[in-house]
């Protein structure tokens, strides 16, 4: 399968823990990375490969994987974690990369 | 730190073609290392990667678009560009640039450009 499945919309508590995940065939064999994106800005890189985070993102957002699912954890959910989550990784050829479909995350 | 900076018409006609330039600054495409891509959005939609060229001009397309794209790169003038031909409505959208390294381990879109809004109308 070349598609990555993600929830259309999650929703937090503030200060919760919340897992954003990400399904699809080609995650047994390739990492994941994660994006976020707020209202007509640009998408920022927010974790990729095993679990690293880019330079200025807070340490409340991890990554992890398992067999076909990646997940983006964000451990105390803060007001400004609330944006639109798309998961990126290569489809089953290794050669063509693919976006999820996003994951608007509501925090409460 | 590295910018990247789309531009190109806001307004193309159908079934031509469109046409977009990425200017990378603060760092060389031909230094090797990257890819850079091509990222769209439709209006109130999830993102779609169209293609990326590696500095030696290798391309790769997403098969759905493939037929109608080509991605070019002037490493002279540290830029790579994006036509898509005999465009649709369905072409409007948000266009972003983005670098992402190459890496065994796993990586990601680390640079992204602002994006750039392209309509399909006549």
């Known amino acids: 399968s070349s598609e990555l499945t993600q929830d259309p919309a999650v929703s937090v508590a503030l200060g919760q823990t919340v897992r954003i995940t990400c399904q699809g065939d080609?995650?047994?064999?390739?990492?994941a990375s994660w994006y976020q994106q707020k209202p007509g800005q640009a998408p920022v890189l927010v974790i990729y490969?095993?679990?690293n985070r880019p330079s200025g993102i807070p340490d409340r957002f991890s990554g992890s994987s398992s067999g076909n699912t990646a997940s983006l954890t964000i451990t105390g959910a803060q007001a400004e974690d609330e944006a639109d989550y798309y998961c990126?990784?290569?489809?089953?050829?290794?050669?063509?990369?693919?976006f999820g479909g996003g994951t608007k995350l509501t925090v409460l | 730190q590295v910018q990247l900076q789309e531009s190109g018409p806001g307004l193309v006609k159908p079934s031509q073609t469109l046409s977009l330039t990425c200017t990378v600054s603060?760092?060389?495409?031909?230094?090797?290392?990257?890819?850079w891509s091509w990222i769209r959005q439709h209006p109130g939609k999830g993102l779609e990667w169209i293609g990326y060229?590696?500095?030696?001009?290798?391309?790769y397309y997403n098969p759905s678009l493939k037929s109608r794209v080509t991605i070019s790169v002037d490493t002279s003038k540290n830029q790579f560009s994006l036509k898509l031909s005999s465009v649709t409505a369905a072409d409007t959208a948000v266009y972003y640039c983005?670098?992402?390294?190459?890496?065994?381990?796993?990586?990601?879109?680390?640079?992204w450009g602002q994006g750039t809004l392209v309509t399909v109308s006549s």
């Open positions: 983005a670098r992402s390294p190459i890496a065994a381990a796993g990586t990601g879109f680390d640079y």
């Open positions: 603060g760092g060389s495409i031909s230094s090797g290392g990257y890819y």
């Open positions: 060229i590696y500095y030696s001009g290798s391309t």
């Open positions: 080609s995650l047994r064999s390739y990492y």
């Open positions: 490969g095993k679990n």
């Open positions: 990126n990784s290569r489809d089953s050829s290794g050669n063509h990369l693919i």
